[in-house]
């Protein structure tokens, strides 16, 4: 233990409290005297004297750096990498490409098929492409498809695109001209003319060509058609669309033409879709149709055999009956013709001797009458009185 007095630690100069003086104010007034000005500045450099275009150029800077900023925030890429990679971009990407896969499988099944019409005439490509189309082969294109005659109906039903198109193009030409003259008397030069292309777009002849050769396909479809439904190549088909015809004769008395339109559509898409899907229940049902007409058509065809012998039966036993009673008759009169007189020698010698058939019959003065000589007599009224009156009638010269 030591005498030595106890020492005193440093105390430190510097602490966390400041306490204001007149050098620390002047230093802080002066520090943000120059944030000001270096604010004032960037102002007045973006600003301008145009109190208007400053506004402006603010209010674009503040869009730009909050655009930029939502860009850039950690959320917006989170959820631009969810869209772009997650299983709602996979799952539109696979759609779209089986889309346009099945889109190619249908314009390449324009293809002649093999099998031709009932004249031995060939078919049209259009033909299998009209069966992979119906057929829901390709569903997604069918769909689309469909979707899109249904949408082109309403539109032309509900929407006034004829009246559209004119305003179209007669706002088009207004503003060509309205350019074209004004140039002319500002610059001295026309503006529309100024776009003008070195060379005016032409069709190819290679695609004119083909689109001709697919029309005249199309056009041959529906005329080949016709004419295997109207001279019944397929009695079921030609059937079926006289019915449709009843129908639609029917139907387009209550209907306008865009809903008779929408229903035949329907049934050309969705009748196909509804038959495949039911196929087994259709084509039992059809089946025992089928046999049920045939059953009475066979009913039917044996009773008018069984009527049609009775009748025949019956005909020919009147028929025999009449021409044997004809030939009776016919026996008959050839016997009395034939067969000798029995009579009194006085009426044998004066009866005129009669031909056999085949000779010249012989005929005497007797068997014709006297010719008159003398002129008629007046008052007589008939042939057998002026015969009487006459000197042949009077027998004043015998008659032999």
């Given at each position: 233990?030591?005498?030595?007095?106890?020492?005193?630690?440093?105390?430190?100069?510097?602490?966390?409290?400041?306490?204001?003086?007149?050098?620390?104010?002047?230093?802080?007034?002066?520090?943000?005297?120059?944030?000001?000005?270096?604010?004032?500045?960037?102002?007045?450099?973006?600003?301008?004297?145009?109190?208007?275009?400053?506004?402006?150029?603010?209010?674009?800077?503040?869009?730009?750096?909050a655009?930029?900023?939502?860009?850039?925030?950690?959320?917006?890429?989170?959820?631009?990498?969810?869209?772009?990679?997650?299983?709602?971009?996979?799952?539109?990407?696979?759609?779209?490409?089986?889309?346009?896969?099945?889109?190619?499988?249908l314009?390449?099944?324009?293809?002649?098929?093999?099998?031709?019409?009932?004249t031995?005439?060939?078919?049209?490509?259009?033909?299998?492409?009209?069966?992979?189309?119906?057929?829901?082969?390709?569903?997604?294109?069918?769909?689309?498809?469909?979707?899109?005659?249904?949408?082109?109906i309403?539109?032309?039903?509900?929407?006034?695109?004829?009246r559209?198109?004119?305003?179209?193009?007669?706002?088009?030409?207004?503003?060509?001209?309205?350019?074209?003259?004004?140039?002319?008397?500002?610059?001295?030069?026309g503006?529309?003319?100024?776009?003008?292309?070195?060379?005016?777009?032409?069709?190819?002849?290679?695609?004119?060509?083909?689109?001709?050769?697919?029309?005249?396909?199309?056009?041959?479809?529906?005329?080949?058609?016709?004419?295997?439904?109207?001279?019944?190549?397929?009695?079921?088909?030609?059937?079926?669309?006289?019915?449709?015809?009843?129908?639609?004769?029917?139907l387009?008395?209550?209907?306008?033409?865009?809903?008779?339109?929408?229903?035949?559509?329907?049934?050309?898409?969705?009748?196909?879709?509804?038959?495949?899907?039911?196929?087994?229940?259709?084509?039992?049902?059809?089946?025992?149709?089928?046999?049920?007409?045939?059953?009475?058509?066979?009913?039917?065809?044996?009773?008018?055999?069984?009527?049609?012998?009775?009748?025949?039966?019956?005909?020919?036993?009147?028929?025999?009956?009449?021409?044997?009673?004809?030939?009776?008759?016919?026996g008959?009169?050839?016997?009395?013709?034939?067969?000798?007189?029995?009579?009194?020698?006085?009426?044998?010698?004066?009866?005129?001797?009669?031909?056999?058939?085949?000779?010249?019959?012989?005929?005497?003065?007797?068997?014709?009458?006297?010719?008159?000589?003398?002129?008629?007599?007046?008052?007589a009224?008939?042939?057998?009185?002026?015969?009487?009156?006459?000197?042949?009638?009077?027998?004043?010269?015998?008659?032999?």
């Amino acid at each position: 233990m030591t005498d030595a007095p106890p020492q005193l630690e440093q105390i430190h100069q510097s602490s966390g409290f400041s306490v204001p003086t007149l050098q620390s104010n002047m230093d802080n007034n002066t520090t943000n005297g120059n944030i000001q000005s270096a604010k004032d500045s960037i102002y007045n450099s973006q600003v301008g004297l145009n109190p208007s275009r400053s506004y402006e150029m603010l209010a674009n800077n503040y869009a730009q750096s909050a655009a930029t900023t939502a860009q850039n925030h950690p959320i917006t890429q989170s959820i631009r990498d969810t869209v772009a990679n997650g299983p709602v971009a996979d799952m539109a990407k696979e759609q779209h490409s089986k889309t346009t896969s099945e889109f190619s499988n249908l314009a390449n099944s324009r293809t002649t098929p093999d099998k031709s019409a009932a004249t031995g005439q060939p078919l049209t490509h259009y033909h299998s492409f009209f069966y992979n189309l119906l057929s829901w082969e390709n569903p997604r294109a069918t769909t689309l498809s469909f979707i899109s005659i249904i949408l082109f109906i309403f539109a032309a039903r509900y929407l006034p695109a004829l009246r559209w198109s004119f305003k179209a193009l007669y706002m088009v030409l207004g503003v060509t001209a309205a350019a074209e003259v004004a140039g002319k008397l500002v610059l001295s030069r026309g503006l529309t003319s100024s776009f003008r292309p070195k060379q005016y777009y032409t069709i190819p002849r290679e695609f004119l060509e083909a689109s001709l050769e697919d029309v005249e396909q199309l056009i041959n479809f529906f005329v080949i058609e016709f004419q295997r439904v109207l001279f019944a190549e397929n009695v079921t088909v030609t059937i079926a669309c006289f019915l449709a015809s009843v129908v639609s004769y029917w139907l387009i008395k209550v209907l306008p033409f865009w809903g008779l339109s929408l229903i035949s559509v329907c049934c050309i898409y969705l009748g196909p879709l509804i038959y495949m899907t039911n196929q087994e229940l259709i084509d039992h049902h059809l089946r025992n149709a089928s046999d049920a007409v045939n059953s009475q058509t066979a009913q039917i065809k044996d009773l008018a055999g069984h009527h049609t012998a009775r009748a025949s039966e019956t005909v020919k036993a009147y028929a025999g009956d009449y021409t044997a009673k004809a030939q009776e008759y016919i026996g008959n009169a050839r016997g009395r013709s034939t067969s000798p007189e029995v009579s009194s020698p006085k009426s044998s010698a004066n009866a005129p001797v009669k031909s056999e058939p085949g000779s010249a019959p012989n005929y005497s003065a007797s068997d014709f009458p006297h010719a008159p000589k003398q002129e008629p007599t007046p008052g007589a009224t008939s042939h057998q009185e002026q015969y009487e009156n006459s000197q042949f009638g009077g027998q004043a010269v015998p008659a032999s």
